[in-house]
């Protein structure tokens, strides 16, 4: 049972559309990340959110974080084909302390055509 | 600074051979990170150490599996006896909790494959 749900799991698209990947839990978390992923290479931190309802940009990607802390998502517009590539979300469990531990969902594979 | 250093960067082996993974994290950092990332199941953490002592080790698969970190700059992961459904990309990750939102900074990872 994954503790973050992603979804969807996989996305082909033409550039110039608009996407939003979502990443849901039953559980609280006190902040959560986005990362990206390259092929052959470890994933990169692209966003830390930790306010319920927090809304980040980072040019034409926006990241929001749930009112409850339970949910987030990302938000594409105008994709190119240079955001190809795995998005991670990544939590820190509400409670958990400083563990430094992170969940992470499964993923989502995202392809930009030209 | 040089990054998450990982070696090797592939291995192949025979099933039953003990196999040795090594990283180096990045200087400073306090925590290291075992990953395993698969099609099937993802990324999976594996164990993780906090100033060189493993923290949390349940998700180790099964006793073949062994993790150690000797200093703050080197740690190991090995598999005795890898097995074919231990083929897998094995990442290092290392981060420094300031503030409490750490950031996991992430080697190129090790692909291995057990024929």
């Known amino acids: 049972t994954q503790l973050l749900e992603q979804s969807p799991q996989f996305l082909s698209i033409q550039e110039g559309e608009n996407l939003t990947v979502y990443c849901n839990s039953s559980?609280?978390?006190?902040?959560l990340q986005w990362y990206r992923q390259e092929p052959g290479e470890g994933p990169v931190l692209l966003v830390t959110v930790v306010t319920g309802g927090e809304v980040k940009k980072l040019k034409r990607l926006t990241f929001q974080f749930g009112d409850a802390r339970k949910d987030s998502s990302l938000h594409i517009t105008a994709a190119q084909p240079g955001d190809t590539g795995l998005y991670l979300c990544a939590g820190r469990l509400f409670g958990s302390g400083n563990t430094g531990k992170l969940i992470f969902g499964q993923g989502t594979t995202l392809q930009v055509k030209p | 600074d040089a990054g998450v250093i990982q070696s090797p960067r592939h291995e192949v082996t025979e099933m039953g051979q003990e196999v040795t993974l090594r990283c180096k994290p990045i200087s400073g950092h306090d925590y290291l990170f075992w990953y395993r990332q698969t099609m099937m199941r993802g990324l999976e953490l594996l164990i993780y150490f906090n100033n060189n002592v493993p923290i949390d080790d349940s998700g180790m698969p099964e006793d073949r599996f062994s993790a150690k970190m000797p200093n703050a700059s080197f740690s190991t992961l090995k598999i005795q006896p890898s097995e074919p459904r231990d083929s897998a990309v094995y990442f290092c990750a290392s981060s420094h909790l300031a503030g409490g939102y750490n950031e996991q900074f992430f080697g190129p990872g090790t692909r291995l494959t057990v024929l």
């Open positions: 559980s609280v978390f006190s902040s």
